[in-house]
């Protein structure tokens, strides 16, 4: 729709120091769109899409005309629509530096410090502290974890990336380094022109001795006299006459602009609705945006399209249009006009221009506040603290003052605080200008105000306070930054000269109602009452009337957030009694009350990774056993590095969209897709009857319908697929199909609805030692418990991609697929098109992380896309959204695990029996598999002599579940660890000795009859209990709770045994394929796919050790299985030791020929061998091969060998909870893990950090939303939290055992990507301790249940404080809880 006659613009602004204009720019389009597919600038990555990930993050700088200068904001791509950038200039990850040209130091540090994994998030994380440096090239290290709050890294546990942008921190030791070739401008540098083969860029082992530093990359070097992980000496210097000028081009355009729009005016007649030429148009298919330049342009252009809404920082309309398909034919976007962005001192106050920016915010309050007498700051004092809470830095950069308001999310974070405040808001329209008070009366519904369509808000008053007057604000959330609150709550009192009575009171929160509340009759009771507790005592009371939220209200958790409410009260009574005190008003504060107003500590110190040196008569050039660089982590940090959704676009290519069920259980009556092709640029609607091949995929003897025909069983059932020239036209052919369904009676979500009506899929597992049943008779207790354990998302930065193309000639197809599993994508596409698996290879160069859900579900959605490019003979690449790939694809198992323990006074554990049932979901998939592993596990690192473990996987109608990092084994021990943590507390000993006198020692056998030696997990966990100075910090923990009221520490030591190798024999088997070419350079292929892992890295390493020749000398390009057949999956925890044989064998085939040459050439160098071999048809190309070990289980025996050795570790762990929010910090975690001889300690400690923090969310943060009808509610990181950097611990460290050799694997190795993410759980138990220590306050003693995730509604309910007993337990309300309990 066109507002004028004027026909679009010419967008123009600069991308990387490239003019970019565009005549034909659909304003839709985000600026990570267009990046990506029109300047094929593909460095920037989408995660989510809505802002909450920080993948995409870019820089944006603007001149301002009035101050002259150029500001620098770090931005999220993904919701920047391009059109908003006239003028601007973007820098991307790739603008800064590439292997091409120089790496940017920013890049360089990630990459050194082995922040950087699978490498999906590293752009991002570069991009937000590269913004951050040119704002403030000696950032603080609070700066910098402030600044990666909204960016999420799903792999490395953000130790290693905290610590290689901490070097920026120190910048004239780490920089001033003048050993280094670089530091002084030395232009032969062999990083200075970004040479590909700097010893920085690979881990190379032979440039390092080239620069006369033979220690570089390859060794751990000394760091204040430890090893370190990577070297800090000759770190690239941090230049800022490096970096790019902003474009003077745009200077010049915004100065001419500017001084048009003053000659306009200046001409102007009164009551003239000329549009100024300058005012700027975008028209699209379905929209068009205006950009007025002036108040009056905006006002006409307002009263003329009142429903037309204001788009400045387009973080809520964007996500609006996005993903709840809202369509605004017209958007005005006025961030051209300067009387939004005005501020107006006041001796009352100031006027703050709507459209600023929360960051701007920020700045202009900071200013104001040293400038003002601090008792008239209060006000600005409190929005200051509370601000850097909303959203990440990214959001803040663009986020309005003005949007935030009139958005009136109902837990807004600023509508409460600006409405305690008194602020009122300056409010235009063409009929006038009025002031309206931000206060009750203004919000009127849910997402409503007093506003009419047509006011502008101009600016927000935000008054200064008075001598004696206290304004506080409060928020609670799901995880401590970048997470919208739960419950928001924000106060200011008044009080006479010394007085303890109030003169006025004013009290907003929100979260707990439609709108922002103001709790009328608490503020009456309030008004004139003495600031005392017994007024408190009834304030608590009365508030609970104020506060209505009955059972099922949305959102859910209604106890938690009511006694938010109460806690967010006595927090301000306390800061109060505290100011007033300050005040010079006699009032006593109780030392120990004062714990609740403290925040948790949030300072990062520096921790330790050791592990142990190579032996000194290795050769320099071995990189085996050192912290070699993954191998992809400089081209991962400059963008370069490609993932599927990176390749170019071919001719022809289409795009694929899912229609998915949107019912749970019910019959398909119609699919009607006549109006979906009828969608300009649809080309076909794949449906069942279109597969040419199998329809089904098989497991277990159940069957799974690739495409759902009659029936569906989920909610997220695949139903059929669109495929159309672009992705926008192919979600608009999704929403056009027309599924008519007749629902079907009773669907199952919940375990306990399982149970009840028996819907398991079969067979059950059962494993029993010693005669459990008759254990019991003879022991001295016995207690019977139980613990839910809730599902987790795999979140993979990277969501399931795959783009499959018809070569054109004998049914053969190429297949780029983000999978783990490579063969069994190309058996599944090849039995679904019904052609022979030689037709078929699929390639993988690299996952933007996996952990178990690129396997299974993967190869269904490839064998759809297959069939749509079979069916339409032409390239289709199909890339999930995340809220899709969270709706369709599962996660992990929930679990509900009940158990029955006998034991002896002593704390010795008898007997237990043990039953499981998991929430398989409406397939089957891999959960038999799943439950066995489960039962595999039961005895975790304890010798309990009856023990007896059942297991089943429960039938329901939610999308099915599948594996996940650990397969089960996190959910298993869960459960035991749960079960001994009860005996604990039953006979009233600390945890950690009746884990003590029940775990495993020396020679032992499990429950399942194998032998093993137990010695090492005995030493981690002695080790664990020294390195944390465990007993020392318990006694500090108890003395500190016998301190505090509110705020509890609690410690946990949890040990792991975790079986390493795939059960199933056959899957222990691996190949590689290795070519040497003429030149000496080495490919090596193998059937380990890179998914951060490392596996390319230390397949090198094997490589480089074997051939006896440099890393550099070794690469691996992709895994495919042209060159490599009959792959495993990259799973078990196994890729390793599986590819590891096969290369190794491979090399040594290699090596072995080359012999006779070497022997008639020693003094020859390898180049020189490999170019006589050629000439002495020699063949330089080998196969290797590994049976791997032949384990097996019998189920009906009760025994068997599934695992080829275990892996070992002990984490313990410290928190501090704030037990009126729930709310905790981890202050410190070591572990000490035996993973054998590490081949490389950077690789291995990453997957053990990261591994520990996903664990992390897993037992404290993930949680899983459905609604009543089995609608997944949790569908990307605003509603699903995985760990931020604030979730790390404060203290991290971790411990490989030194002299632990592993004969069962190569060079001494242990399998190392699963074992750890169990022990997260340290930090689960460390909770429940100190929830323990909470409600001994309330004369709790003994066991309680606290189920897994314990998210802080969980944790703050079950520590029983003063605040949520006094909630009433009925409250009337709806029955259908808000979501289910699974
Ligand atoms: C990932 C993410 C995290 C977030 N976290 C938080 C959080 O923790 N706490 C929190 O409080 N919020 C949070 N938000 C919400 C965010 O703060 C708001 O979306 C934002 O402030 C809205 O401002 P905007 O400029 O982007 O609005 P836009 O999306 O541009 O516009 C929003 C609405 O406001 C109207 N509008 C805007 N300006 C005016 C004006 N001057 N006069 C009249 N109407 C106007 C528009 O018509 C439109 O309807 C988050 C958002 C995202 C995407
Ligand atoms: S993709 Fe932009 S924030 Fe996630
Ligand atoms: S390295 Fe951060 S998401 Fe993989």
């Known amino acids: 729709m066109s507002t004028t006659e004027k026909q679009t613009d010419m967008l123009c602004f600069y991308v990387n120091g490239k003019k970019v204009t565009d005549q034909h720019v659909d304003p839709e389009t985000t600026l990570l769109s267009y990046l990506r597919d029109k300047l094929r600038l593909t460095g920037s990555k989408s995660g989510c899409g809505g802002g909450g990930c920080g993948a995409c993050t870019v820089m944006m700088s603007r001149y301002d005309v009035i101050t002259k200068t150029i500001s620098h904001l770090s931005v999220n791509a993904c919701l920047l629509p391009v059109v908003q950038l006239h003028g601007a200039a973007v820098t991307t990850v790739e603008g800064i530096g590439s292997t091409k040209t120089r790496i940017h130091p920013v890049q360089e540090r990630i990459a050194l410090a082995h922040g950087s994994q699978c490498g999906f998030c590293t752009p991002g994380m570069v991009m937000s502290v590269y913004t951050l440096l040119r704002n403030n090239p000696h950032p603080t290290m609070e700066d910098i974890t402030l600044t990666l709050a909204g960016n999420l890294c799903r792999c490395t546990g953000y130790r290693p990336i905290l610590d290689g942008f901490s070097t920026f921190c120190q910048e004239s030791s780490s920089n001033g380094n003048a050993d280094c070739c670089r530091a002084n401008g030395n232009a032969d540098c062999c990083r200075a022109n970004g040479n590909a083969d700097c010893c920085r860029a690979n881990g190379n082992g032979d440039s390092g001795q080239a620069n006369g530093n033979a220690d570089f990359c390859q060794k751990g070097t000394e760091y204040n006299g430890a090893l370190d992980l990577f070297d800090r000496d000759g770190l690239l210097p941090l230049d800022e006459t490096q970096e790019l000028i902003f474009p003077p081009e745009l200077i010049l355009m915004s100065e001419a602009q500017s001084q048009a729009r003053q000659e306009f005016h200046a001409d102007r007649q009164e009551g003239d609705r000329q549009v100024h030429a300058d005012r700027q148009e975008f028209h699209g298919d379905r929209g068009s945006w205006v950009f007025p330049v002036c108040v009056e342009d905006l006002l006409h252009l307002k009263s003329t399209h009142p429903e037309a809404p204001l788009v400045l920082g387009n973080t809520n309309i964007g996500p609006e249009m996005k993903f709840k398909g809202v369509l605004h034919p017209l958007i005005i976007s006025p961030i051209r006009v300067k009387e939004l962005y005005d501020i107006t001192h006041t001796p009352q106050g100031v006027w703050v221009g709507a459209g600023n920016s929360l960051s701007a915010m920020q700045c202009i309050l900071g200013n104001v506040v040293k400038s003002l007498p601090d008792h008239e700051t209060e006000l600005y004092r409190a929005l200051l603290k509370h601000l850097p809470s909303i959203a990440g830095v990214q959001i803040r950069n663009v986020a309005s003052l003005g949007g935030n308001i009139v958005s009136a999310f109902p837990n807004s974070d600023l509508n409460p605080l600006l409405a305690a405040g008194n602020c009122k808001l300056k409010v235009v329209s063409t009929g006038g200008s009025r002031e309206v008070p931000l206060n009750e009366d203004f919000f009127v519904g849910f997402r409503k105000t007093v506003l009419k369509p047509e ?265 059929c697929a669109v495929v159309a020239d672009t992705k926008a036209h192919a979600k608009r052919g999704a929403a056009a199909v027309k599924i008519r369904y007749e629902d079907l009676p009773n669907p199952i979500f919940t375990l306990e609805e399982a149970i009840e009506r028996k819907s398991f899929f ?521 760990p931020a950097v604030c979730d790390a611990p404060l203290s991290f460290n971790v411990y490989l055992l030194p002299d632990v050799p592993n004969p069962h694997a190569i060079y001494s190795s242990k399998g190392i990507g699963e074992p750890i993410l169990f022990l997260g759980s340290a930090v689960f138990y460390a909770i429940k301790d100190a929830v323990a220590a909470a409600r001994r306050h309330s004369s709790l003693i003994g066991p309680f249940r606290l189920d897994s995730p314990a998210t802080p509604e969980r944790t703050c309910l079950a520590c029983q404080t003063p605040f949520t007993q006094i909630i009433p337990t009925s409250r009337g309300g709806c029955s259908k809880p808000w979501p289910l309990n699974l």
Request: proline share 5%; charged share 20%; net charge neutral.
């Open 455 to 719: 006011d502008v808000v101009l600016s927000v008053f935000i008054p200064r306070t008075r001598k004696w007057e206290i304004v506080r604000s409060y928020r609670q959330a799901p995880r401590k930054e970048n997470a919208l609150a739960t419950v928001t709550g924000a106060m200011r009192v008044l009080f006479g000269p010394l007085s303890m009575v109030t003169e006025e009171i004013s009290v907003y929160y929100g979260g707990v109602a439609p709108t922002t509340l103001r709790p009328r009759m608490t503020c009456d009771l309030l008004t004139g009452r003495r600031w005392e507790e017994q007024t408190f005592r009834e304030v608590y009371q009365v508030l609970l009337q104020d506060v209505d939220l009955p059972p099922g209200s949305p959102g859910g958790m209604e106890t938690f957030r009511t006694s938010l409410t109460l806690s967010l009260m006595f927090s301000f009574y306390l800061d109060v009694l505290t100011a007033l005190k300050h005040m010079g008003v006699a009032v006593d504060v109780s030392p120990a009350d004062c714990s609740a107003i403290e925040p948790l500590p949030r300072t990062f110190t520096p921790s330790l990774q050791e592990f142990q040196k190579v032996p000194d008569t290795q050769s320099e050039q071995d990189p085996v056993g050192r912290p070699i660089m993954h191998r992809s982590a400089v081209s991962q940090a400059t963008g370069e590095a490609v993932y599927c959704d990176d390749l170019p676009h071919t001719s022809g290519e289409l795009f694929m969209v899912l229609v998915t069920s949107t019912r749970a259980h019910a019959k398909i009556i119609e699919v009607n897709v006549t109006e979906a092709l009828r969608v300009p640029g649809v080309v076909d609607v794949i449906r069942h009857s279109d597969i040419p091949g199998r329809k089904v995929r098989t497991m277990f003897g159940y069957h799974e319908d690739l495409l759902a025909h009659t029936q569906v069983s989920c909610v997220g059932q695949m139903i």
């Open 762 to 1282: 079969e067979p059950h597992r059962t494993i029993e030692r010693g005669n459990v049943t008759e254990a019991f008779h003879t022991v001295h207790h016995v207690y019977e418990g139980q613990i839910a354990i809730g599902g987790q998302e795999h979140f993979y930065m990277e969501t399931q991609s795959m783009l499959i193309l018809p070569v054109g000639e004998d049914n053969e197809f190429k297949a780029y697929v983000s999978t783990q599993y490579p063969a069994y994508t190309q058996e599944c596409i090849a039995e679904t098109l019904a052609i022979p698996s030689n037709r078929v290879s699929v390639h993988v160069k690299r996952l933007g992380g996996a952990f178990g859900g690129k396997v299974t579900k993967t190869a269904i959605l490839a064998s759809i896309c297959s069939v749509a490019a079979y069916k339409t003979s032409r390239p289709v690449r199909c890339v999930l959204e995340r809220g899709e790939d969270m709706l369709i694809t599962g996660g992990r198992h929930p679990v509900l695990g009940k158990y029955k323990v006998g034991f002896m006074n002593d704390g010795r554990i008898q007997a237990a029996d043990i039953q499981y049932f998991t929430n398989a979901g409406n397939t089957i998939d891999e959960s038999l598999l799943v439950v066995e592993k489960i039962m595999l596990h039961i005895d975790s690192a304890y010798n309990i002599p009856h023990l007896r473990g059942r297991g089943v996987a429960c039938r329901t109608h939610l999308p099915s579940n599948t594996a996940f990092r650990g397969f089960g084994v996190p959910q298993s021990i869960m459960v035991l660890e749960n079960m001994i943590t009860d005996v604990a507390a039953v006979l009233g000993r600390p945890a950690h000795e009746v884990r003590e006198v029940n775990m495993y020692s020396g020679p032992s056998l499990t429950h399942y009859k194998m032998e093993f030696d137990a010695d090492n997990l005995q030493k981690c966990w002695s080790e664990c209990k020294v390195r944390s100075d465990y007993e020392a910090r318990r006694l500090a923990t108890e003395q500190f709770n016998q301190r505090q009221l509110w705020r509890k520490r609690g410690m946990a030591m949890i040990p792991i045994k975790y079986g390493i190798a795939f059960g199933e024999s056959f899957l222990n088997q691996a190949a590689a394929l290795v070519h040497v070419y003429k030149d000496g350079s080495v490919l090596v292929s193998h059937g380990g796919t890179e998914m951060g892992q490392g596996v390319h890295t230390k397949m090198q390493q094997v490589a480089s050790r074997e051939l006896h020749i440099p890393l550099s000398k070794v690469y691996i390009s992709e895994t495919s299985t042209n060159t490599v057949p009959n792959t495993c999956p990259s799973a078990a925890s196994f890729g390793t030791d599986a590819n590891g044989m096969a290369v190794k064998n491979a090399c040594e085939t290699l090596y072995q020929r080359l012999e006779p040459i070497r022997k008639q050439k020693p003094k020859g160098t390898w180049e020189s061998w490999v170019d006589a071999a050629f000439f002495e048809k020699i063949s330089l190309s080998a196969t290797g091969f590994y049976r791997g070990p032949d384990c097996y289980m019998n189920w009906e025996q009760m025994q068997g060998q599934p695992y080829a050795y275990f892996t070992y570790g002990t984490a313990c762990c410290e928190v501090e909870l704030d037990c009126l929010t729930g709310d905790y910090r981890t202050l410190r975690t070591d572990i000490v893990v035996d993973i054998g001889r590490s081949i490389n300690p950077s690789v291995d400690i990453g997957q053990i950090e990261g591994a520990f923090l996903q664990g992390v969310g897993l037992y404290t943060m993930e949680e899983l939303r459905f609604s009543p009808d089995g609608v997944l509610l949790t569908r990307g990181p605003s509603q699903y939290k995985i």
